[in-house]
C-alpha cells in the first residue's frame, strides 16, 4: 500500500512523537487536535526534538525544515478525508477513543486504514466502531516514539491480512523493528511490563526500600536502562493505572490489582513528568 498522507488524531506526547516520525520518514502527516493551543505545544515538541538530533549531527537542518514542513495541522476532522491511514493517539480512555473513531470513520475513505496506538484497551472492541472492521488496526509505538526501535502490530478479530501487511509496510517506512502480536489485554509488552512496575510501587508502599533505591537495584541488578518507577513517570501514572485497570478487568486476576499508592498518586494528580512530580520530582 502506498500512503499519501497519514492522520494523527492527538498532538500530545505519542501523536506528536508519531507525527514526528512520519514526517521524517518523508510522510506527510495532517496533526489534529482540539485546540490551537494544543497543537502549537505539539509542533513546538517537534521542533525542539528535531533541533536536538541536528545538534547531534544525526539530521541536517534542511531535512529538520523539510519534516516540518510535511505536517499540517488541524482542529478540523474533515482535513483527514484524503488520509490513507488515520492513527487515534488519544489519552487511555475507552469511550473518548470511540468517538474519535466514529468521528474519523464518517469522514474518511472505506479503502482507509484506521488504526490505535491504545496500549492496552481491545483492538476488537475498538474496530467494532467502523465501517469497515477488517482495515482496524493497533499500532502500539513506544515512547519516545522518535527514538523507540518497537512497533507492536495488533490484530483485531477481523483485522485483514491486507491491513496487516500494510502496517507491516508502515514500520519499514518509519525504520521501526515491528512485532506482530493477538488481542489479549495488554498485549504482549505492557502485559509483562506494567504488572512489574505496578510490583515496583508496592514495594515502595510497602517500605521495603526507597523509589530511588529500587530504581538503582533494577538498573544495576538487572541492566534496565531506566528503573520502573522512572519509567512510570516517563509514561505517566494516569495512563499505568489505566493499564492495570485494564489488565484487572480483562483477566479478572487479583495478581494486576493496581497498587493503592498508584491509585491515590493519580487522585492527587501526581502524574510524573507531565505534571512535574510523581515518584520523582522534575
Do not use: W
Request: aromatic share 4%; glycine share 8%.
Amino acid at each position: 500500500m502506498n500512503f499519501e498522507r497519514i492522520g494523527v488524531i492527538g498532538a500530545g506526547t505519542m501523536g506528536h512523537g508519531i507525527a514526528q516520525a512520519c514526517a521524517c520518514a518523508g510522510l506527510p502527516v495532517t496533526l489534529i487536535d482540539i485546540t490551537e493551543a494544543a497543537l502549537a505545544r505539539g509542533m513546538a515538541n517537534i521542533a525542539a526534538s528535531l533541533d536536538r538530533l541536528v545538534s547531534k549531527d544525526k539530521l541536517s537542518a534542511a531535512d529538520k525544515d523539510q519534516a516540518l514542513a510535511r505536517i499540517q495541522t488541524s482542529t478540523d476532522y474533515a482535513s483527514l478525508a484524503g488520509a490513507d491511514l488515520v492513527i487515534e493517539a488519544a489519552t487511555e480512555q475507552l469511550e473518548l477513543k470511540r468517538r474519535i473513531l466514529r468521528q474519523v470513520d464518517e469522514l474518511i475513505s472505506t479503502d482507509a486504514i484506521i488504526a490505535t496506538n491504545t496500549s492496552s484497551i481491545s483492538i476488537t472492541e475498538l474496530s467494532a466502531c467502523v465501517r469497515s472492521p477488517e482495515r482496524f488496526i493497533g499500532l502500539h509505538f513506544f515512547n519516545p516514539v522518535p527514538v523507540m526501535a518497537l512497533l507492536e502490530i495488533i490484530r483485531g478479530l477481523q483485522t485483514s491480512d491486507a491491513t496487516h501487511d500494510a502496517a507491516l509496510a508502515l514500520a519499514k517506512l518509519l525504520g521501526k523493528s515491528p512485532i506482530s502480536v493477538r488481542n489479549a489485554s495488554g498485549f504482549a509488552v505492557n502485559r509483562i511490563l506494567v504488572p512489574m512496575i505496578n510490583e515496583a510501587i508496592f514495594v515502595l508502599q510497602e517500605g521495603v526500600a526507597s523509589a530511588a533505591d529500587i530504581d538503582t537495584g533494577m538498573r544495576l541488578g538487572c541492566n534496565h536502562p531506566i528503573g520502573p518507577l522512572a519509567l512510570a513517570d516517563m509514561i505517566g501514572l494516569d495512563t499505568t493505572l489505566a493499564i492495570m485497570q485494564v489488565l484487572h478487568d480483562g483477566f479478572s486476576d487479583p495478581k494486576y490489582r493496581p497498587a493503592p499508592l498508584l491509585k491515590e498518586m493519580v487522585a492527587a494528580g501526581l502524574l510524573g513528568r507531565k505534571s512535574g512530580r510523581g515518584f520523582f520530582v522534575y
